[in-house]
């Protein structure tokens, strides 16, 4: 397991930013998590996506690596053995805003646009945990956008206009949520979770483990809120 501490988000919109704190104070860069909130770019539903988090890590002097999964904003044609060129990739998004009147679709890929712009990497990969394991056995942890309604198989939620975050099963709309993978436990096939919504209906804790089925199947419905990838960010030398 990886030796990652995580504080509780402050309020319902700052799961990602906590989650990217966390991994920054796991390779011992020292960040204040609301510097981070406040400058981290926000999203249309008030929270934030993946390659906003990876600009931010980018500018930090990372390496960022994302592995997608929504085909609403990317095309399997336009990567070849998990691989694409960041100008082609950039020119292929820019090119599908012209056809895809969608602000969602706009905003995600904006924000990749600019995350292509500073170096970071979009990849494809089947979802296994032969590839989670690929990180944990080198200690490197992961930041996946996943369903929460899923992953907690909770009433779905709704948002009140101050921005706080009701379960309400008719109203409610599935609801996205960051969280850091750190471990897999073979003998049980769990992945380890460092989750920074402590109060969670699931476990109300920071840490638990889920089954590696359950994890998956969260990860992939996360399509819904433009979220369902994993976000990997590694020093770019040892010690920074």
Sequence with gaps: MIELIIQTQ??????GPTCLHAVYQYYGLEFDLNEIIQTIDRSI???TLSPMLGKHALQQGFNANIYIYNLNIFDPSWFHNGSVDNKFLMDKLDAQMTYKNDPYITQASLAFIEYLKLGGKVSVHPLNI?????YFTQKTPII???SATNLYWS????????GKSIYDDVRGTPCGHFVVL???DAQKRHVVIADPHAENPLFHNNYYKVNINRLINSIMLGVITYDG????IEPKIQGI
């Excluded at 402050?10 to 799961?15: I, L, T």
């Excluded at 032969?130 to 690929?134: E, G, M, R």
């Excluded at 009433?155 to 101050?162: G, I, K, L, N, V």
């Excluded at 990838?229 to 990997?232: E, P």
């Design 155 to 162: 009433a779905r939620e709704f948002f009140t206009p101050e």
């Design 229 to 232: 990838n994993l976000l990997v």
């Design 144 to 146: 996946t956008g996943l």
């Design 130 to 134: 032969n590839l989670l394991k690929k």
């Design 10 to 15: 402050p309020d319902d919109e700052s799961c």
């Design 182 to 184: 750190c471990g897999y």
């Design 45 to 47: 539903s008030g929270g």
